[in-house]
């Protein structure tokens, strides 16, 4: 599996946008990228998954270069209700998975 | 609403006692994932299995079991419990084995005293 760096904690402002960036140097072919959200005391839950350029959803939208050596969560005009711990997964979407998780990025909404 | 239903909510036990914590899945969902969280500490990842077998496993200590039963619901079986296994345990399920969207359940809050 490879392994993803994120940024400990972030900071931001009601609504702002947010981009969170997980960066995945040992990416394989096969791989995906997934990002997850953990609220306090709650199970995560799948926001948006990805292989290659764009990928937008209700919720977020998830860049992804070229080069797949690193990737970026975007959070449009973000809310309170949006702090959260964010988690940035890469691994085969056809293997047998476990889903490993790292630390995630702490992301605080201020008023 | 997940759709995935861990019992107990809570669970307050003294320090050498087994408890079992219970998981169903998704309807349909074959595949079942446990994790521990303890307190500030990122998710570990225990164990997997799919359509009753194991899968996959993480970080299990050897006090810990689980197993998938025939209607898909799992079970994780916590034994000789030290004060350092109080964690929220959660329960994960998906469609099939891969690394597909998974659902989580609302967790099993463990204290030991």
């Known amino acids: 599996l490879a392994k993803t760096t994120q940024p400990i904690s972030m900071d931001s402002y009601e609504g702002q946008e947010v981009n969170i960036t997980c960066s995945h140097n040992?990416?394989?072919?096969?791989?995906?990228i997934t990002w997850y959200q953990q609220f306090p005391s709650q199970g995560p839950r799948f926001i948006i998954q990805g292989y290659k350029t764009k990928v937008t959803n209700e919720v977020a939208s998830l860049f992804i270069p070229a080069d797949r050596k690193s990737s970026t969560l975007s959070l449009p005009r973000v809310s309170l209700s949006d702090t959260a711990v964010y988690y940035c997964l890469v691994g085969e979407k056809r293997s047998q998975g476990n889903l490993i998780f790292g630390k995630g990025t702490k992301l605080s909404v201020k008023p | 609403d997940s759709g995935v239903t861990q019992t107990p909510k809570h669970l307050i036990t003294a320090t050498g006692q087994r408890v079992t914590l219970r998981c169903s899945p998704r309807?349909?969902?074959?595949?079942v994932y446990w994790y521990q969280q303890s307190l500030d500490q990122g998710l570990q990842f225990l164990i997997q299995y799919y359509n009753g077998e194991e899968r996959a496993k993480g970080n299990i200590l050897e006090r810990f079991s689980a197993q998938q039963f025939p209607d898909l619901h799992s079970e994780l079986n916590l034994s000789s419990l030290e004060l350092g296994d109080s964690a929220l345990y959660f329960c994960?399920?998906?469609?099939?084995?891969?690394?597909?969207?998974?659902?989580f359940g609302q967790g099993t809050r463990l204290t030991v005293v």
């Open positions: 994960a399920s998906s469609v099939d084995r891969t690394n597909t969207e998974a659902f």
């Open positions: 309807s349909g969902d074959l595949s």
């Open positions: 040992n990416i394989a072919t096969n791989d995906y």
